[in-house]
């Protein structure tokens, strides 16, 4: 069998999908993707625990969103499913796909008050779809509108999946030794370690502050191939908190970015990262502490760190980035919610605005990108009374980054008041806006270097 | 001998650097030929479909055409300006999705904006003044534009503020291209993109049409054109808004020609492309290299592996295939002029048999290909004992690779296969696919349904 035919035929199979995992019985993460990076090695959580409390066999479903059991955030729930016979001869696979439905911007003192919570839970099993627990969840107060049917929904696809895993079985050589298994991870850990070896070794370090009051601190080091992140001093949650599974998924983003290792997402590949956290702080909370605002400002936080740290041990002129983000719900009136996330650095993929005016009542002034530059500016009118609530992941306060780069310019937002002022807002928060009042979003994720332009 | 010359049609599949035509009368092939258009032009090769077979006349021509997606690779805009709203100008390029890295669809220096806003329930919130409009003609006429998209938001809704200054532009001699107003899709970058680039092949297209017209004139009656297919089944000649359309006329027309077939799909093996139709399910949008495009068509699944795709080492230091095919330009190396080992080499052997191939083949290309398959094996790093083991293995795992593509993609377990290389590779993929069942058709049905009436 030819080294490379378990990426592609994960490749193949898991096409269609944006957020899914193959993961072998033993836990370990063969195939990975995500539209949010930081999602991948969650994955072995997941399967980890679920295989620890649950006897599954194949087309058996599962299905959880926990943030603390491998999950991010609460609209994102993943199901898993094994695809074969987890104590066959060959290896047991399990799929894991994980998809959005219906995305809030909630922020509480506990997660269980952020949204409905699932631990891994059956909900088919032996062929049988046990809709008494699926009925139990949509009677949740906080359980989304339609969630029934798109779970579903949702079995339907993962039982096609099954059935074309079924038919590769049938057809073509699928199944891989556990041998087979340890070989490959054995070449994607020596792969990731050699393109990290190829740059300079040395120590960095870095400190944010949040605006929710955290202090993050990591020390970084680079030697023989192996990247060891150490957040000691790094403080307590205050409202900013995430868990173990995703401080471990952002640092490795921005390693994967850094040294240009996208091409394995495996458990093999991650193992060159180690990531340390002292107990107690904000990086490895623990239940019930709430985890939406984290997912954003944390997560931006712990990769922004990295980026400094690396950039201190490897002399790289290149331009630093962040994302500086903010996604904003705006409620109208008629259980009318928009949900919306602007990005410096991301481009607005799936955003129409003539689609946005049609639904809403909102009127949009200006858009102003500048993708090289990472600069965005959105300007734009409510036309009804709304609630606004809104998260970011940038500071008001100035970063410090290291020599020898500018600190980017602050990013805002504002409204503009009565007198046609614009009045800054914090980095987080809820407010209401009168018809008429616009809102502008300013932001800035590019750190210039001294003399470069 | 002369033929009877009524309801005699030909029919072009004209690709990205293969063509062929097929010559019918009443559904009964009367002269087919498959060539490389960089050895023998469109109107050569036309010319010779017509003259071998002895016609004098034909009553109709029809034409499915990949061949503009050849100027996807470079550059799109050329000399088209975009007008937009003001206050958003570069939405677009916003919108453009960061991993596929392809250049923006407008040159920044062709992009400009007009003062005027339409709100979505269609009131106007500001029109545009006579004078920007003489001052834009101005600078559109200094940058020496000749194809201008107006993309103004909420025209749909109201498009008084786009007529005005569509108006203006013509009768300043612009070409204007406004988007399809019909269209179900509101997404208004999706709708953008699709006229920027129906704008941006106008001149290749009309070059194309432009040759076929001439090789086709002595034989059409006076006043008839070839027709052009589109992927949603329009038959066009000079409506510009078909244009990018047409890149999935071959498609539509063999879900149409095949749809009695029940519950099939199609493999299409061609010279220059893998596909898999699913002729029942329409697509919406194209996921081009640009992001969405709003064009309606029969879902298509491009094939990970393609005829050029190239043969490298792999992350694994093993023998393996790129994700980007080459094409024919300078295309495989038994053909003579590739530098780069292709999929569609390791069946140079078998290549004699297809038209279009077979004139071309090159002894020393293939050995050189081989010689090289040898000094890439070598550097692997588990290298196979002999050069038969070597083209084996390859062999064998592209049809796997291919076998496993199908599976995943295709819905059914029923397949037609059409194609110039259908008689190469089916076969193969047959003895995978057991469990499928795998109807392979003639050469000349690619552009024998395209000939098919609707």
Known sequence: MQSSWPCDLASLFLDKETSAALVSNEGEILYAKSNLEFECPGFQSIVEYSLKHIALKPGDILLTNDPYMGGTYLHRYTYLMPLTALASQASGIILCLRREFSPRLNTANKIDEEGLRIPPTPILQDKNIITPIIEAMSLHPLCPEGFKDWIYRSIQDLQKLLSTWQSLEENLQVQLSAAQIKKFLAFSRKYNMDKISEKTQGEGRSEIQLDTGEVLKLRLEVRDGLVKADFGGTSAGIKTNISDSTTFGACYEVLSDFYNLKLLKDSGAFSALQVTKPTGCFLNAKFPLPTNRGLQSGVAAVKLAMNMALRQIVKNQDFLKTESDIRIEMAFSKGRRWLSEWSAKSVCESFS????????????????????????????????????????????????????????????????????????LPSYGASDLAPGMSLRIQLWGHFEVFGKT | MALAESDVTLALYVGESFAEAHLAQQRKTLNFHRWYLGKESLRVGIGKVLQDSGIQKITKAFVASRF????????????????????????????????????????????????ERVLSDGSISKEPSESEITDLIDKLKLKQAKRVCIHFLNARSNPANQEKVKTALIQASFEVFTPDATASETDEVALWRKNILNASLSGTFEEIQEEIHSALQPYLPDGTRAAFLSGDGHFFDKEVHHRLSSLWGGAYAWAQGLKNESHSDILYLGLEQFCLLSPEKIALNWESPWGKVFNTQVQNHMLSLQ?????????????????????????????????????????ASESAAVKGLSERISPPGIQKFKNQMVALNRATTSPFDSEERVLARMRQNAIKNICADIITSSDNKRLLCLGALAPLFAPEIQKHLKKFEIKILPETETSFLIGQEK
């Not at chain 1, 805002?412 to 007198?419: A, C, F, G, H, R």
């Open chain 1, 353 to 424: 605005l003539q689609k946005i005016e049609a639904t809403y009542p909102v009127e949009f002034l200006r858009i102003e990108k500048n993708i090289e530059k990472s600069h965005l500016v959105v300007e734009f009118k409510v036309l009804e009374p709304c609630q606004l609530k809104w998260n970011s992941d940038f500071s008001i306060h100035p970063l410090k980054p290291p020599m020898p780069w500018k600190p980017a310019p602050i990013s805002q937002i504002e409204t503009l008041d009565k007198n046609q002022e614009w009045i800054k």
């Open chain 2, 68 to 115: 503009p997606e050849k100027i996807f690779s470079y550059r799109m805009g050329g000399s088209v300006a975009v007008l937009t709203t003001k206050g958003f100008e570069n939405w677009p390029r916003s919108r453009q999705p960061a991993a596929l890295k392809s250049l923006p669809l407008s040159a920044a220096d062709l992009l400009f904006s007009v003062d």
């Open chain 2, 307 to 347: 005829p050029t795709t190239t043969i490298e080492l792999n992350l694994w230091n093993e023998l393996g295939f790129s994700k980007k095919p080459v094409g024919y330009e300078p295309g495989p190396m038994f053909l003579g002029r590739g530098q780069s080992p292709t999929l569609l080499d390791l069946w």
